[in-house]
């Protein structure tokens, strides 16, 4: 059965009903917009999001504008509103289903997911993640600060057999041909500058022979 703006929200949840109610229950922000891409069917949820009242029935673009001109709903970093609109346009509706993260004025992150109805229109589903990326974020913080000591000599606080590894896995599969080597010297009575200076590192400066070393 098709719905067009002619068909209120109300007898949208009439046909609907179960449907209707769950989407009011989901906790996510859910919209329905007609082959003219008017707003036919939203829940609380969704209408929290946008800059108008709850039952009104605005098109995608003035959706899109309003909210951008209050700092309201999905961020859009763009200097050119109508530019934006504009090419969004011509790929809104090209997918049956595609799916994206977005962050919304508000500080919470949104999963979208936009997926194409025939003879319906296109539903929207923003379901927040907000907790989960934070998470994520903290994770993959707590792994790089993990994989950095891990990769570090906690002495000289220079990088270990570990990260010479690592690097070179790296040049290896950009097919660049370096060489990575590691010079390791035992330099006789350098306890006195460790006990007068604190660890320190001889970083040697090669130029030709002899070479110079300072210590940092």
């Known amino acids: ?30 919209s329905l917009f007609d082959d003219h891409d008017r707003l036919i069917y939203g829940n609380a949820h969704y209408y929290q999001l946008i800059c108008h009242t709850q039952g009104s029935h605005p098109t995608w673009p003035d959706v899109v ?19 934006w609109i504009r090419l969004a346009l011509t790929k809104r509706r090209k997918q049956t289903y595609r799916q994206f993260e977005i962050d919304a004025w508000d500080g919470r992150w949104l999963l979208m997911t936009e997926t194409l109805i025939p003879d319906v229109g ?3 589903i923003g379901v927040d993640i907000t907790q989960a990326k934070t998470l994520t974020t903290a994770l993959k913080r707590e792994y790089q600060c993990a994989l ?20 070179r896995k790296i ?12 010079l390791m010297i035992d330099i006789d009575q350098f306890k006195p500058y460790n006990d007068r200076l604190g660890i320190c590192r001889v970083t040697f400066v090669y130029s030709r022979w002899p070479w110079r070393f300072r210590i940092v």
């Open 171 to 182: 040049l290896v599969s950009k097919e660049r041909h370096f060489q990575v080597t590691a």
């Open 1 to 30: 059965m098709a719905f067009s703006l002619d068909d209120s929200t109300e007898q949208l949840a009439n046909t609907l009903p179960v449907v209707a109610r769950l989407f009011d229950m989901s906790g996510a922000a859910i």
């Open 65 to 83: 504008r309003d909210n951008y001109a209050k700092s309201q709903g999905l961020i859009i970093e763009t200097e050119d509103i109508e530019l």
């Open 122 to 124: 296109l539903l929207g």
């Open 148 to 167: 950095a000591k891990a990769e570090t000599d906690p002495l000289t606080d220079m990088g270990n057999r570990r990260a010479l590894e690592r690097l």
